[in-house]
């Protein structure tokens, strides 16, 4: 693309990702256009840098040359479709970031190693970074986790060279429609499954966005598990899958219970990466999750020994599968992150007998063959939210005899439909459980479920769900 300075930008939307860009723009010298549906606070402070505020806009005003959009903003909004018939370029964050990097000493920007797919991003992206620290290069994770991409691929050191040599980048697939030149040094795909048509529009559409994050990288990588992400793979140059099971040629899995890599390995019969049992994230998901983390990290030259300090060393993120507490025999475990039926499904098979809490905004996802494959793990479910009755359909179909207890609740601002707040419905939920929980059993916070109708992010959710269990004592 042409050099952006003095070039017109227009930033649609001005959450953390696009204040970011519109600094690193101003920095960059380009004039700055900007506009949101409301002025938020950010934009006294660029409009002191030399940006100027539009307010909020159905078309892209005359001379505008490029548009940086916010994630959240759908394609067929007023403005970006205005955009798309006047042929003006559109593109995200990570995009821009990727034009922007700048060269190290070697003259060459520190590559990327990206992460997509519907669940395990941020697990696997995290786990990618704590083996490449481990390797002793100066890595960050960014992108859809952490800092903004645009901010790390421009950051200097004192001395003017690049902070980061490494990017593990996660993408998600709204990021990724509007991407059309990232080519990571290696991507994975971990797996695709319902979500976000409501954004989208299809099932397909969502897996093309998703595919996007191969196309120029190197090394492609996917869940031999997952058909969907195993075939967008299967065409690729150097595909390289990960599998739960011995491992074949080109493949990273487990061996007699430790990781091992015969994609990467000289030797035709593999290296071993790490015994499984020093995995400090419970489930088979994070095993595929660090399996992937490992295969893109060999790909980047890191040797065996540093994977293994990065995994062993790895604790996990917050509202992933996190044990809270153990109150009279049952284990009380928040994973607020799984906020869509795919992510609750590899939440449950964690765990042999499991009191579900669930419910929230399902965005369009079937819940039916989640409900379907965990039936036998359940020994009640908990459900609140606004889609919450659709979920209790399914379990009447597919466990009829399953209690069940809804909890009233709706989506005003953070307010239950009784006008009590979300922490006391929190509360309401985590006493039904405990009356439906016996010893030995786990009361698991998986909503299969988006938390926006009730809570402020899935974050909130899972504070609200951890500070109600602590005060049962």
Request: proline share 7%; hydrophobic share 50%; no cysteine.
């Amino acid at each position: 693309m042409a050099d952006l300075r003095d070039a017109t930008v227009l930033v649609a939307g001005l959450g953390v990702s696009g204040v970011a860009a519109a600094r690193v723009l101003l920095d960059h010298g380009s004039s700055v256009l900007l506009t949101d549906a409301a002025e938020r606070p950010a934009v006294a402070e660029l409009t002191a840098a030399g940006a100027t505020w539009l307010g909020e806009l159905s078309a892209v005003p005359e001379g505008t040359g490029l548009v940086v959009t916010s994630p959240g903003w759908r394609p067929d909004s007023p403005l970006l479709a205005d955009a798309a018939r006047r042929g003006i370029e559109v593109v995200g964050e990570p995009e821009l970031a990727w034009r922007l990097r700048i060269a190290g000493p070697d003259g060459v920007p520190a590559p990327w190693l990206a992460v997509t797919g519907t669940n395990g991003k941020t697990t696997t992206v995290t786990m990618l970074e704590a083996i490449l620290q481990a390797d002793g290069r100066r890595a960050v994770a960014a992108g859809n986790v952490g800092r903004p991409l645009v901010e790390v691929v421009t950051a200097r050191d004192p001395d003017g060279t690049p902070t980061f040599d490494t990017v593990a980048v996660e993408l998600s697939s709204f990021q990724l429609h509007w991407s059309s030149t990232l080519a990571p040094a290696a991507a994975a795909v971990l797996n695709v499954a319902d979500d976000h048509t409501d954004w989208h529009g299809s099932f397909a559409a969502y897996r093309d966005a998703k595919a996007r994050i191969l196309e120029r990288a190197p090394v492609a990588v996917a869940d031999a598990g997952d058909p969907v992400a195993s075939a967008l793979v299967a065409a690729h140059a150097r595909p390289v899958t990960v599998t739960l099971g011995e491992p074949g040629p080109g493949q990273l899995g487990v061996r007699s219970g430790a990781l091992v890599d015969r994609a990467f390995a000289a030797a035709p019969a593999g290296e071993v990466l790490l015994e499984a049992g020093l995995l400090q994230v419970p489930g088979p998901h994070n095993t595929v999750n660090a399996l992937a983390a490992a295969a893109l990290a060999r790909a980047a030259g890191v040797p065996a020994a540093s994977v293994a300090r990065g995994l062993a060393g790895f604790r996990g993120g917050a509202h992933r599968n996190v044990l809270v507490a153990t109150v009279d025999g049952v284990d009380w475990v928040d994973d607020s992150k799984a906020t869509n039926p795919h992510a609750a499904g590899a939440s449950l098979a964690s765990y042999p007998r499991v009191v579900w809490i669930a419910g929230g905004l399902l965005k369009g996802a079937d819940v039916d063959p989640l409900v379907a494959a965990v039936a036998p793990r359940l020994a009640g479910v908990v459900l609140l939210g606004r889609d919450r009755e659709q979920i209790a359909a399914a379990v009447a179909r597919h466990a009829p005899t399953v209690p069940v207890v809804t909890v009233p609740s709706g989506d005003d601002e953070g307010m239950d439909g009784t006008g009590v707040t979300a922490e006391a419905t929190t509360a309401r939920v985590v006493a039904a459980a405990r009356e439906l929980a016996r010893p030995g059993d786990t009361v698991l916070l998986a909503p299969a479920a988006a938390s926006m109708d009730v809570y402020r992010d899935y974050g909130h959710r899972g504070t609200a769900f951890a500070a109600a269990v602590r005060a049962l004592g």
